[in-house]
């Protein structure tokens, strides 16, 4: 289809003398052909025509192996021959069908899940990991090398929230639990919020006095942090493994404090930055619109997220040599990343940053109502969500011999698939009613048409491409779909819409289903078999991989 762009590009400029952008989009199922293009009104005001004289007087210049025609107020709609489409795919077919190479010596860095060591592994992480790991995924379907990095929340004030709650506690650190921390860790935050109102800060003072003893390199503080961190850090790798996640690298908070004291020390001296009289430094970002100035050290020398945050920045581009920083955290954040990438262009620092940013995890209440997820109200942590989610696979597919990997994969891929639904920028709701169903769009569903097509195909698994003869006619609106996935692929590599590989993914699915209750295949002639099998053999790739981007897993049953 590039070809023919090519061709209709060159028809507008000789006719008209114009060059004028061609784009095809799907024609729906109602209308006759199955691409379209609306170059023709785009040309109306320019050629001072009505747009169905200039469709046709385009048309009349196209090549006739294929058949057009004339829609609406002007699109040209493209019908192509089912076997011109297999062509098509055949030339275009490898191993890594859909991938490309436009960001070819490009290094990215994804980061995510960035859990906080002082809590255990909530959902409220579930979607810096879902997203973070698709970015690194459709970005390496685009070539570019991806690094990814776990930033652990593991320094700054939780610290010492955590030493001194756990001091209060009386526990032995050898017996303490992450779910121990986290009590902890809430009661102290609770504690702390009451003593603020009635005016006193001896926890917050004492909190602050164990984050200082740490960066100091007191001894008790060392060994209470490396001890809570191993606790977390197990923790965090049993869910990671659940979700099938992993990252290259695990540089939390604490590998950055030295380093991002330094460079405030170093931008001070250069004048990008001010310090205050109550001995704080400030980032000034009046010259981006920004009135509020960026706090990057405390007055008590303290680093803060922004001083970490600065250092790591500064190693993913000098060290990593990264070309594009990407932060998979929720919305919440958006005016501090506005802060941050604010302060990198006033340093010179011209690497391209991406907040990719998404909404709540939502969930329905006893009273029917669609409401944020809370402690209070419902499962809270992650490992209580794959423990719900695996109950209800052994139950929804209890007539099945499910391997506990194959529950595995069907449970994380419906809570995955969940998050693509929708636009990020959504919030989502975790319905288990609807998450897990294999009617609708649903993670489930998708897993479901791509087992049922290797089924057929390890049921029949010696055909050729010998269909000569064959129209392909039923299988064109399968062909279109697989012929849409490279140019998708490579569509979303600047906005990261994993959302779009998700509906691509259902449609398909859908597309499949239709095609497997229509073209029955062991009564088929050598001919038609040899053909629908070459097709479900290439859907079922495409599809897996669809699926692949989004970090789901086929399962082997279903």
Not at 248 to 273: H, N
Not at 314 to 339: C, M, N, P, T
Not at 465 to 492: C, H, M, Q, R
């Amino acid at each position: 289809m590039d070809s023919l762009k090519d061709i209709i590009s060159t028809v507008v400029k000789r006719l008209y003398g114009v060059d004028a952008p061609v784009e095809f989009s799907e024609v729906p199922a109602e209308i006759a052909g199955d691409y379209s293009c609306n170059v023709a009104m785009r040309l109306a005001k320019q050629a001072g025509k009505a747009p169905r004289d200039i469709a046709n007087e385009i048309i009349a210049e196209l090549p006739r192996e294929y058949e057009y025609s004339v829609a609406g107020p002007g699109f040209i709609n493209i019908t192509v021959p089912g076997t011109a489409l297999v062509s098509i795919l055949e030339d275009a077919w490898s191993d890594d069908y859909g991938c490309n190479e436009s960001g070819k010596g490009k290094i990215a860095v994804s980061e995510f899940p960035s859990t906080n060591m002082a809590k255990p592994y909530s959902v409220g992480h579930l979607r810096p990991g879902t997203q973070g790991w698709a970015a690194k995924q459709i970005l390496e379907a685009n070539g570019w090398k991806v690094i990814t990095d776990n930033h652990l929340g593991d320094s700054g004030t939780p610290f010492g929230i955590w030493a001194t709650g756990f001091k209060r506690s009386g526990k032995s650190i050898d017996d303490v639990t992450i779910y121990d921390l986290g009590e902890i860790y809430i009661q102290m935050k609770a504690d702390m919020k009451a003593e603020e109102a009635a005016g006193e800060h001896a926890l917050a003072d004492s909190a602050q006095d164990w984050l200082l003893k740490l960066e100091s390199g007191d001894t008790e503080a060392k060994e209470l942090s490396d001890r809570f961190n191993q606790i977390s850090l197990d923790h965090i790798h049993s869910v990671m493994k659940r979700m099938n996640l992993s990252t290259d690298y695990e540089l939390g908070e604490s590998f950055f404090v030295e380093r991002g004291k330094e460079l405030v020390k170093k931008f001070l001296a250069e004048g990008k930055f001010v310090q205050n009289e109550d001995g704080s430094v400030i980032c000034p970002l009046d010259e981006f619109g920004i009135e509020v100035p960026m706090l990057m050290l405390k007055s008590n020398g303290a680093a803060l997220y922004a001083t970490t945050d600065l250092a790591c920045l500064d190693y993913r581009l000098h060290e990593w040599k990264a070309d594009r920083l990407i932060y998979a955290v929720g919305a919440e954040q958006k005016f501090y990343f506005e802060q941050l990438f604010a302060v990198a262009k006033k340093l010179g620092w011209n690497a391209e940053m991406m907040h990719v940013w998404f909404g709540t995890i939502d969930q329905i209440s006893p009273e029917g109502k669609r409401e944020k997820m809370s402690s209070r109200k419902g499962v809270v942590l992650l490992e209580d969500m794959l423990n719900d989610a695996t109950r209800r696979v052994r139950e929804n597919f209890a007539s099945e011999e499910l391997s506990d990997e194959d529950v595995r994969k069907i449970a994380t891929g419906a809570i995955k698939y969940s998050d693509f639904v929708a636009d990020r920028k959504m919030g989502i709701l975790y319905d288990p009613e609807k998450i897990f169903a294999l009617t609708g769009q649903s993670g489930p569903f998708c897993q479901y048409a791509c087992v049922r097509m290797r089924r057929i195909l390890e049921k029949n698994p010696e055909f050729d491409d010998d269909f000569t003869g064959y129209d392909f006619a039923t299988e064109k609106p399968i062909l279109t779909k697989l012929l849409a996935f490279p140019g998708l692929v490579a569509s979303i590599a600047d906005n990261l819409e994993a959302h779009r590989i998700a509906g691509y993914c259902f449609e398909l699915a859908q597309e499949l289903n239709r095609y497997y209750e229509n073209a029955p295949i062991a009564t088929a002639s050598t001919e038609v078999k040899n053909a629908r099998l070459w097709t479900i053999d290439k859907a079922s790739k495409v599809l897996a991989k669809g699926l692949d981007l989004l970090g789901i897993e086929i399962p082997d049953k279903m």
